[in-house]
């Protein structure tokens, strides 16, 4: 009954490789996200879908390809593997992207690029 | 842009009351939050304020000042669970949630 689940948990690969981590809420949100947390820490957004329309897109190397096939699931491929990618990838979702609606995350998957 | 400030770790012992501070400037303002995380766990969300004042969940409260951009999570009666890293977010546009750099809260016994 896990309510946002990603896979892998942890993925090592080396650099120059293709990856993709999957992600599927059964929470019945509408909206999905991808964050980035570095060694220190430092949680950063790096998309939203909302039903599954890109809604937000920071500034994050086109090396890395988001892909929503219906509201539940929203994946991330990564092309071109590189050292600086190595970091905690979470996926979390939300009733919708309004202001007061609280996110839900995913585990993580921890990305190591040796 | 957006950028909030909170301190990096916070000491305190079991039973004791603790204050997390979190400043913030933003082009926009919709509320702040407060999630926790535990190590080699995910976020969990604690808190929102959209409003000036104080909101008590159990023994977590979260305070906000939107006149002073300031906010702060008060967590009484510590337990040792309660060590984990503190993040409080401002959400300043559609589905924007930004986060601080995180308060490394560490309860010892």
């Known amino acids: 009954d896990t309510a946002v689940s990603q896979t892998p948990k942890y993925l090592v690969t080396q650099m120059g490789n293709d990856k993709s981590i999957k992600c599927e809420q059964n929470?019945?949100?509408?909206?999905m996200y991808w964050y980035k947390q570095d060694s220190k820490k430092f949680l950063k957004i790096m998309f939203s879908?909302?039903?599954?329309?890109?809604?937000i897109n920071e500034t994050v190397p086109n090396r890395f390809s988001p892909k929503s096939p219906d509201k539940a699931h929203l994946n991330l491929h990564i092309n071109s593997l590189e050292l600086g990618d190595s970091a905690v990838y979470f996926c979390?979702?939300?009733?919708?992207?309004?202001?007061?609606?609280?996110?839900?995350f995913g585990n993580g998957t921890r990305l190591t690029v040796t | 842009g957006q950028s909030l400030e909170q301190p990096s770790e916070v000491t305190a012992v079991e039973g004791a009351i603790v204050q997390i501070n979190c400043t913030y400037q933003t082009s926009g303002f919709y509320g702040l939050s407060w999630y926790q995380q535990h190590d080699g766990g995910a976020p969990t969300f604690l808190s929102y304020n959209a409003l000036d004042g104080l909101e008590e969940t159990g023994r977590f409260s979260s305070f906000l000042s939107r006149s002073d951009s300031y906010g702060y999570l008060l967590l009484q009666e510590l337990q040792m669970k309660d060590s984990a890293s503190y993040f409080c977010a401002v959400r300043s546009g559609y589905s924007t949630l930004t986060f601080g750099k995180g308060t490394m809260l560490l309860v010892s016994p």
């Open positions: 879908y909302n039903n599954k329309e890109l809604i």
């Open positions: 979390a979702s939300s009733p919708n992207p309004g202001r007061d609606s609280p996110l839900h």
């Open positions: 929470l019945g949100h509408d909206t």
